[in-house]
Each structure stands twice: as C-alpha cells, then as structure tokens.
C-alpha cells in the first residue's frame, strides 16, 4: 500500500476532534520543550556521545544496529550478533 492510500485511510476513520488534537498539540509541544531544556543528556545522547561514529567501536555498533533492522527473527539476530561480536573480541585480542 501507497503512503498516501495509507493516510488516506486512517484520515477516513480518524475520531479525534478539532479540541482533542489541540490539547494533544499543546501537551507534544510542552514535552518537546521540556527535553530541550534538560541539562542531562538522555541515554542516547550519552550513547553517542561514548561511541562516536568517526570511532571503529561506533561504527561498529551502527552497522550492528542497521543490520538488526533487517533480521526476519531472533534466532538470526543473534547468530548474526554472535557473529560480529566474536570478530570485534578476535581482534581485541590479537
């Protein structure tokens, strides 16, 4: 199905009203603004921030976590898991 089909769809059978949409609006925008004034950085952020992408661990992690994205099941997904993190500790070790 085609994403404008897909919205399309949900707009037909969509029961919020003009007030519900406003107040879940105005709640979004208050959240939004609170996380941006928080001076903790939150746990990805804090992610990154340890395993930089310009970094071989950081690049590692991401290529690991783009691959997951990927995976028909668990049972793959942790072969493959498996599989890079013996190579990351192979090479640690040599």
């Known amino acids: 199905m085609k ?3 897909a ?3 949900l707009i037909k059978i969509d029961k ?9 609006s105005q709640k979004t ?7 941006r004034q ?8 804090q992610f990154i921030a340890e395993y930089n ?12 976590a783009e691959s997951f994205l990927r995976v028909p099941d668990n049972k793959t997904r942790d072969k493959l898991f498996l599989d890079k993190i013996s ?3 192979l090479s640690v070790k040599i």
Do not use: F, W, Y
């Open 3 to 5: 994403e404008h089909q």
């Open 7 to 9: 919205l399309s769809n």
């Open 16 to 24: 919020t009203s003009a007030n519900q949409r406003a107040v879940i």
């Open 29 to 35: 925008s208050d959240l939004i603004t609170k996380l």
């Open 38 to 45: 928080t001076k903790k950085p939150d746990l990805l952020s």
């Open 53 to 64: 992408l310009n970094t071989e661990e950081g690049l590692s992690l991401m290529t690991l």
């Open 87 to 89: 190579k990351i500790i």
